[in-house]
């Protein structure tokens, strides 16, 4: 089966995607002027990460101390470009690969938002596949530590007191989700509240139908040769709302937020959580007794059918105007660096963007390292569409289909016109 490609990082055999997003919080690293030679101004999606990481970069440079904040990826990324606009935007900032949200490389790179960084010396060794999703015509503009995966993260305490193994297929999820009800524990938590987290299980059965059995969609699609409405992105849907109708979420998704599921699928009140890699940090966060593990979800009866979405996770990026360009560089350098790389990846559960790193992955990402391996992986599916308009018509239609105000049909249709829309 032919599948696209993501590299094989010898050593680990790799959050935001993806979209990986957190609860706010603000961290004063100095009362001092943001605009200091020895202060950095930062702001992150990496929450319950980046704290590590900026301890770290401190310690390695004495006397230079980091002014953070955090927030969720919907607040973020709806703050951001009003933030660059207006010049109050801090030294470095999160941002996402390719062109699929507001805080996207391309969408900050054309308006000149974003520092050129094809000068520092981890630009060259991108691989390929990250390469074309860190860089804005031929310049690379985002430092991309680490590659995600997005599945079915388990609680194996909550699935040994349920008696039920991870299903492989698409009949035995569907008996999964049921056997999971019967027993009182639903089989996954699903915090729709957040309009981001309604991609992740669809992107999840859409890297199988839709890839497998077409791993040039993507390029068809630019081409004009294919659209959603008219596409496998239909039995994908339908696979996520039969799901919804089978049972296998908590009641009332629309009204769960992103916190509130990690809770549910931290303290088995569900059987565990679809989500990218980055939320089993969390979850251990909430029940650090808790073993927690990634595994790929089924959407056809041959497993060897499966393929999980699997790409560059969010990165930093130096705004071109930065107060304090040459601490912003050196920052973004030592997120680049081996041990900033390895910190973000222990933290986060993922993998690192270069190989060589010298870290070894967690046991909880065995599967997805296996998926990388055998090239049965596809990019998270926004990072190659023509705007960031396609992906916020999606989150806002999924959420529309759960209220009950919209339909699949409608919802593709819109896509298809924001995607022909262009960029």
């Known amino acids: 089966m032919k ?9 680990a055999l790799t959050a935001g995607s993806l979209l990986a997003a957190c609860s706010g919080g603000t961290k004063a690293g100095s009362d001092g002027d943001s605009g200091g030679s020895k202060t950095l101004t930062l702001a992150s999606v990496d ?4 704290e590590d990481v900026v301890k770290a970069f401190e310690k390695a440079n004495p006397g230079v101390k980091v002014r953070y904040t955090t927030s969720g990826a919907d607040q973020y990324q709806q703050q951001i470009r009003t933030q660059l606009s207006s010049g109050t935007a801090p030294d470095v900032m999160s941002v996402w690969p390719g062109n699929g949200n507001p805080g996207a490389t391309y969408v900050l790179a054309k308006p000149g938002y974003l520092r050129d960084l094809s000068d520092q ?23 991309i530590f680490g590659q995600n995966g997005i599945g ?34 639903p089989a996954f938590a699903l915090g729709n509240q957040d309009n981001w987290v309604t991609q ?21 699609m630019q081409a004009g040769q294919a659209t959603f409405a008219q596409s496998p992105w239909t039995t994908a849907l339908d696979k996520y709302l039969t799901m919804e109708k089978t049972g296998c979420f908590q009641k009332n998704p629309l009204g769960t937020n992103y916190e509130a599921s990690q809770q549910l699928a931290a303290t088995g009140k569900t059987l565990g959580i679809i989500q990218g ?31 999980i979405p699997a790409a560059a996770g969010a990165g930093y990026g130096v705004n071109v105007k930065a107060k304090n360009e040459e601490l912003a560089l050196k920052f973004v350098n030592f997120v680049m660096s ?5 910190l973000f990846a222990k933290k986060q559960g993922g993998l690192p963007s270069l190989p060589d790193t010298g870290y070894a992955a967690d046991p ?11 090239e049965r992986t596809v990019p998270f599916m926004d990072q190659l569409w023509p705007n960031a308009k396609v992906q916020q018509t999606m989150l806002s239609g999924l959420q529309e289909i759960f209220s009950g105000q919209s339909t699949p049909k409608e919802l593709l249709d819109d896509m298809d016109a924001d995607y022909e829309a262009g960029s």
Do not use: H
């Open 121 to 143: 010396p981890w630009a060259a060794k991108l691989p390929d596949v990250m390469k074309t999703v860190a860089q804005y015509e031929g310049k690379t503009y985002t430092g």
């Open 200 to 220: 992740l299980v669809l992107y999840a059965l859409v890297a199988t139908t839709v890839y497998g059995d077409d791993p040039d969609f993507d390029q068809k």
């Open 277 to 307: 890699n980055w939320v089993i940090a969390l979850l251990k966060g909430k029940n650090p007794k808790g073993t927690f593990t990634l595994r790929a979800l089924p959407a056809t009866d041959d497993p060897a059918e499966t393929i």
């Open 47 to 50: 929450q319950g990460s980046i």
């Open 3 to 11: 599948t696209r490609k993501l590299p094989v990082l010898v050593a």
């Open 152 to 185: 079915a993260v388990y609680n194996q305490q909550a699935m040994d007191k349920a008696g039920l193994t991870p299903p492989d297929t698409w009949t035995k999820l569907l008996d999964f989700c049921r056997d999971a009800k019967a027993k009182g524990t």
């Open 364 to 374: 909880s990402l065995a599967e997805l390292s296996e998926f990388v391996e055998a």
């Open 338 to 342: 081996p041990e900033g790389m390895n």
